[in-house]
């Protein structure tokens, strides 16, 4: 028996950040792997991510550094308007030491996206044969016994695998088939978040992320890499509805609603929502799983691990995991539900820690009515003055910055 034969053959189901992050140790360590992904094609745009303590070591240690600081995206920090655009508190990133809700390196998920899929193509071309990586397609059923795991898919034929990762966010179809119903692991958080690519309107503030509290939303602008852009961030405050998913009519009528008479830059924001072809609107939940491996399954990412959008932790949760599972699998590939194990317990504090709401959750974030839109207003002006700034340093100090596990992921 060969090399190639003694490793195991794992599918990634998701070809977004945790799963390309994944792939890409995997193919480096001499692991067959296969992608599957349901989009016809890698997805761009996605608002900005920010990578910071250990999530910014695993990028360092993955080679994926380079890539990434030729496509950062500029930002000075976090500005809160009001109506007539006038700023009245800031978060600067300079202050906060890239701490706060603004780090050092930020990059566009799609851009990270295209940076780990060329290493990705990178590594595969250097190993032919360990990577098979499928658009336009996703699991329908799975099945497991002691030896590995029969998978059916939507349009290619069924296979067997040594591991299965669930990769595929949120709403993961991995999670529901090996691990249960998304109602028995997601917890509804209160609200709805948007966000989708605008041009930049003529006066905003070059590299600062501008923030307006109105009553039941937030009403962001944020900077992209190309000046001429930003993306358009909102989040809703309401009961749930499960009628909106999948239902961009519905969706567009919910922005339009919330929206209309923000002053500001509302009109330009609507204006763009129309065409808008990277739309992205979705319930803020948080997904708890306490043991995300399961046999010869195992979870990663948004699907394994979620505080939402309002953490701005997601990504740098789905890098670390990457990083520790493909190290466990390369360290033991004779004994893959092991490897599980381990993982299971190495990501936990991270996941925890990457759950946490900075600030409080969203009737701390976003204002229900009029009054206390107003009061959100006066609270911004104190807490980012100079007297309070200590204090507040404190409150977004951390992030993931847990010191990783003492794993290596060996190069083939």
């Not at 906060?96 to 990059?107: L, N, S, T």
């Not at 249960?180 to 905003?204: C, I, K, S, V």
């Amino acid at each position: 028996m060969n090399d190639f034969d003694r490793t195991p053959h794992v599918l990634v189901s998701g070809g977004g950040i945790a799963g390309l992050a994944l792939a890409l140790q995997l193919v480096r360590a001499g692991i067959r792997t296969t992608v599957v992904e349901r989009a016809d094609a890698p997805r761009p745009g996605g608002q900005a991510v920010d990578l910071r303590g250990a999530s910014r070591e695993v990028a360092e240690r993955m080679g994926i550094m380079a890539g990434i600081d030729a496509l950062r995206v500029h930002e000075e920090g976090m500005s809160y308007v009001d109506g007539e655009g006038k700023v009245f508190g800031r978060m600067s990133m300079a202050d906060f030491d890239g701490e706060g809700a603004v780090a050092e390196i930020e990059i566009a998920r799609g851009d990270l996206a295209h940076v780990l899929l060329e290493a990705l193509q990178a590594a595969a071309d250097a190993a032919p044969g360990l990577l098979d990586l499928r658009f336009g397609d996703r699991l329908t059923a799975l099945t497991q016994d002691a030896t590995g795991v029969d998978v059916a898919f939507e349009h290619a034929g069924q296979a067997r695998f040594d591991v299965v990762v669930g990769a595929d966010g949120v709403h993961s179809v991995t999670r529901r088939l090996a691990f249960g119903p998304e109602e028995r692991f997601a917890t509804y958080l209160g609200g709805y978040a948007a966000f989708f690519t605008m041009p930049t309107p003529a006066d905003l503030e070059e590299g600062w992320f501008a923030l307006r509290f109105v009553p039941g939303a937030t009403v962001g602008i944020r900077p992209d890499r190309d000046p001429s852009t930003s993306k358009a961030i909102l989040t809703f405050r309401m009961d749930r509805d499960p009628s909106l998913r999948g239902d961009r009519a519905a969706q567009e009528a919910l922005i339009r609603e919330r929206v209309s008479g923000a002053g500001w830059h509302a009109p330009a924001v609507l204006a763009a929502l129309g065409a808008a072809s990277d739309l992205y609107f979705d319930e803020l939940v948080r997904i708890d799983v306490p043991d995300v491996a399961n046999g010869r399954v195992v979870l990663l990412g948004d699907a394994a691990s979620c505080g939402s959008p309002m953490t701005g932790q997601g990504t740098a949760t789905a890098l670390i995991g990457a990083y520790l599972l493909a190290a466990r699998l390369a360290a033991t590939p004779g004994d893959a539900p092991g490897a599980l194990r381990a993982y299971s317990a190495d990501i936990a504090p991270f996941a925890e820690k990457g759950k946490e709401i900075p600030g409080g959750g969203i009737k701390r974030m976003v204002p229900a009515t009029a009054f206390e839109a107003a009061v959100s207003r006066a609270l911004t002006r104190v807490m980012f003055s100079r007297a309070m700034l200590p204090l507040v340093r404190r409150m977004f100090a951390g992030g993931t910055s847990l010191p990783l596990p003492d794993v290596v992921v060996p190069v083939r």
